[in-house]
């Protein structure tokens, strides 16, 4: 194979997210991002009894990232982000070592002819024949030669780009290729066979009709039921399994909002009177806004004097001339404004057009989208049927079934390019505008009456708080601090004593990426990875806040504490205390309606049950209920059946006939499907828990 065995013998890892391997492997590109690690630590986990180095976990967050800003492009990378991509990016890399090792075992492989035969054979993949630059453009149909062509090329690029693409893609397609032969080894090793088959027709079809009554452990007043201490430490004792629990962290804290005062109030309405004659006198407006203005999403479309009268600014603005600008003015407490009249037309209140869209792809660039409607827009000069144009390839295809008709809109409703485009024409001549989706060849069909409309635009400033505010707030922190660290004053008096909130996070795992009610706050579970407890943190910032912590308590791997369970354990003993003296008061009865009238409770009748099915109407998920129903003969009654919030006695009325012949293979292809879908999760899993996973992520970032 060549060039091509030289290259399949390189390593590299590739996200399993196809957008991205399809983008990497047409466009290329790696980029590398910003990474953090605690110092002196040479491994973020273990798995397989050999040790996950750091570089190896990053470069694979590295392309989780890169990935994600192609796919978000006009988005920051937040901590929050860059969190889930981390988890996202340990599942893959662990799996990926965890397979790898399977695959080796039990000889899972691809030869040479099989791999030719998956990329460019009859057998082709997928993933391969989906890619644009490898279809026939006329028919869409996969191509072989293209393939074989763009190997050629990747030969001949001096650069190393191409191969490095290639690369990336191949081991993406071998994981995939590979996974794919893994779980259908899997899948052939299970069956179903026509006893289960019948079993599980009879589940979902056999229905119980049947009467109940309910005895609500409300019926007994809590006061009536005494538990002592003993009977807690017992009943502790015998359940101590379900009171297990992972190593955690409990948090008291306070935060310092930093809130601007008056000086920064008025900071910020004398820096836009400042801007006022200038924005007065400036023609380019939106030069003057982008660089001044906070509000960045803000459109000044044109509005009729009805619309604008609404604001009672803009309708002072209405009345006077054009290029006069009012303020600064309180839009809200915390924002600023001027604004200005920018221009006075008479304008449609809404038109009708069509358009043809061409947006960018993979295989066409922008400016390629623009010679296309340049193209497109000659031919319907020359006679060329626009509708029919529309309907074979523009983008927009809402509109392209109608030929491109957009029918009749009002101004604002489209984007600020388009709009402008539609409602300042004054003929029906073609127009070409670009906007975020590409580039459109707009033609507009009909137009309202002209009226009078206005055009204002406004500069926004939030009222934030200064460098000197923060550092006031900044010093209160410290000073907080420093009453309890230094002077050895207890947390909760200083609380107390500055008139401060205290906030508590209880059951703060080491992994957690943020306290309850901090975003991105990932910075102080670390340092509650490494305090003691009674430790008072350091002054934490963030964005518009200060924040101190107090380690109040670790709570150790393994069994929890009496005490924090207590009032659990409690509840459970008076339910089961409960049970006892309804049970009593239930006593012997030889029919539900006898029972009802001693009792003075209601019987509910006619009620529907099946054992595929588990929740019950008026009880929720309850198995023990459904199980009762079914292990009751007909015309029977059960004993008292215990659930969680009551005691209930069932009377069978009637139940399906169970069907015991027949042919339930169609049952038996439906519960093999099911199977199949959950055998891949499972095997996996057992494969990660017989791996033994060691997580050490929360020591690193």
């Known amino acids: ?228 201490d003993k009977e807690i430490k017992n009943y502790y004792k015998e359940n101590k399994d379900q009171y297990t629990q992972d190593l955690s962290r409990d948090i008291d804290y306070v935060v310092f909002t930093v809130v601007p005062t008056k000086e920064d109030d008025s900071s910020t309405r004398n820096s836009l009177e400042d801007l006022k004659s200038d924005f007065e006198n400036y023609d380019d407006y939106l030069n003057m806004v982008r660089r001044n203005s906070d509000n960045t999403r803000a459109i000044f479309n044109f509005q009729s004097k009805d619309e604008l009268m609404k604001d009672s600014a803009f309708a002072i603005l209405v009345n006077q001339d054009k290029g006069d600008v009012i303020g600064p003015y309180k839009l809200n407490s915390l924002m600023y404004r001027i604004s200005k009249l920018v221009d006075v037309q008479n304008r449609p209140d809404s038109v009708e057009a069509r358009h043809i869209l061409i947006s960018p792809k993979a295989n066409i660039s922008l400016d390629s989208a623009k010679s296309i409607v340049y193209d497109l827009k000659k031919q319907i000069e020359n006679g060329g049927d626009f509708s029919l144009l529309a309907q074979g390839i523009s983008d927009d295809k809402s509109s392209a079934i109608k030929g491109g008709e957009l029918g009749w809109f009002k101004e604002g409703l489209m984007v600020e390019q388009f709009n402008d485009v539609c409602f300042s024409s004054s003929d029906d001549k073609m127009k070409i505008v670009e906007t975020q989706f590409g580039i459109h060849l707009i033609q507009v069909t009909n137009k309202s009456k002209l009226n009078k409309k206005y055009r204002i635009a406004y500069i926004d400033r939030n009222v934030s708080a200064s460098t000197e505010t923060y550092n006031n707030y900044y010093t209160q922190a410290a000073q907080f601090v420093s009453k309890v660290v230094t002077k050895n004053n207890s947390f909760d008096t200083i609380v107390l004593n500055d008139n401060l909130v205290k906030r508590s996070d209880i059951g703060v795992v080491p992994d957690k990426q943020n306290i309850v009610g901090l975003a991105d706050s990932r910075s102080i579970v670390r340092w509650m990875n490494k305090a003691e407890e009674g430790d008072v943190s350091e002054v934490f910032e963030f964005d518009n806040s200060y924040v101190v912590v107090k380690l109040i308590k670790e709570n150790e791997d393994g069994y929890k504490e009496l005490s924090d369970v207590e009032n659990n354990i409690k509840q459970e003993i008076r339910i089961d205390k409960k049970y006892d003296k309804l049970i009593e008061r239930i006593g012997e009865y030889t029919s539900l309606e006898e029972l009802a009238r001693r009792l003075n409770i209601n019987i509910i009748s006619n009620q529907k049950a099946q054992l595929s099915l588990l929740s019950v109407e008026n009880f929720g998920y309850a198995p023990e209920l459904v199980g009762a129903i079914f292990s009751t003969e007909i015309g029977g009654f059960s004993s008292p059946i215990k659930s969680k919030n009551s005691v209930s006695v069932v009377n069978v009325i009637s139940r399906d006939e169970y069907r015991s012949a027949g042919d339930f293979s169609l049952e038996q292809k439906s519960l093999l499907e099911k199977i199949k879908s959950y055998t891949a999760t499972a095997s996996y899993k057992a494969l990660e828990t017989d791996a033994i996973l060691i997580d050490n992520r929360s020591e690193v970032y």
Request: hydrophobic share 35%.
């Open 1 to 228: 194979m060549g060039t091509l065995g030289k290259i399949r013998n390189r390593s590299g890892l590739l996200l399993t997210v196809i957008g991205f391997a399809m983008l990497a492997f047409i466009l290329g590109d790696f980029m590398q991002s910003k990474r953090s690690s605690g110092p002196g630590i040479l491994f973020v986990g273990e798995l397989l009894g050999e040790d996950i180095l750091i570089p190896t976990f990053e470069k694979t967050v590295d392309q989780g990232i890169e990935n994600w800003k192609s796919q978000n492009p006009n988005s920051i990378v937040t901590q929050s982000v860059i969190s889930n991509i981390r988890n996202q990016a340990w599942a893959q890399l662990t799996r990926e070592l965890i397979m790898e090792e399977e695959y080796e075992k039990i000889g899972i492989g691809i030869s040479d002819d099989e791999w030719m035969e998956r990329i460019s054979g009859l057998n082709v993949h997928p993933e391969v024949s989906k890619i644009p630059a490898f279809q026939d453009p006329n028919t869409g149909q996969f191509d072989r030669t293209k393939v074989l062509g763009y190997l050629q090329q990747v030969e001949q690029d001096q650069t190393g780009e191409s191969v490095k693409n290639w690369v990336a893609f191949q081991d993406y397609l071998i994981k995939v290729v590979s996974n794919e032969k893994y779980d259908k080894l899997v899948e052939k090793g299970v069956f179903i066979n026509s006893e289960e088959a019948k079993i599980s027709y009879n589940e979902g079809t056999q229905i119980t009709t049947y009467n109940y009554l309910t005895l609500p452990y409300s019926m007994i007043e809590d006061s009536l039921i005494q538990i002592s």
